[in-house]
C-alpha cells in the first residue's frame, strides 16, 4: 500500500494548464455518468465511432479508448480521473464531446481559470 506521502505527491504532481483544464472538465463527465452511465457512455462510444471513420488509423489514442470504454464505467472513471502521464494524455483526446452542455462547460473553465491564478500566482 502507498504511504500518505506517495499518494500526496502524485495528486499534487504539477500538471501542464492544458491537462489541468482537461481534468477538470472530465471530473465533472465523470459526475455525468455517476448519474447516467448508459447515456454517456452511449455518446463517448458514438463519437468513437464517428473519429474512427474521419480519422481511420490516423489517431492512436482511439484504439485506446476503445478499451477503454469496452471496460466498462469503472475503466472509464479511472482514466478520466488518474493524474497517470498515459491518462492525462488519453484526456487530451476524449470522446467525451457533448456530454456537457456548452454552459456547463464554461462555467467549469471559468472556475478552472479562477483556481489557476490563485493557485499559480
Avoid: C, Y
Amino acid at each position: 500500500m502507498e504511504s500518505f506521502d506517495q499518494m500526496l505527491r502524485a495528486v499534487s504532481a504539477p500538471m501542464t494548464p492544458e491537462a489541468e483544464e482537461a481534468l477538470w472538465l472530465n471530473l465533472a463527465v465523470v459526475a455525468k455518468i455517476t448519474e447516467n452511465p448508459d447515456r454517456v457512455l452511449g455518446i463517448a462510444m458514438q463519437n468513437l465511432r464517428q473519429l474512427e471513420r474521419v480519422q481511420g488509423g490516423a489517431n492512436p489514442w482511439l484504439g485506446h479508448w476503445r478499451t477503454v470504454l469496452n471496460g466498462g464505467v469503472d475503466a472509464v472513471i479511472g482514466v478520466l480521473t488518474s493524474r497517470d502521464v498515459d491518462a492525462t494524455r488519453l484526456r487530451l483526446n476524449s470522446p467525451f464531446a457533448g456530454v456537457l452542455s456548452r454552459t456547463e462547460s464554461e462555467r467549469i473553465l471559468e472556475a478552472f481559470r479562477r483556481h489557476r491564478k490563485q493557485a499559480h500566482s
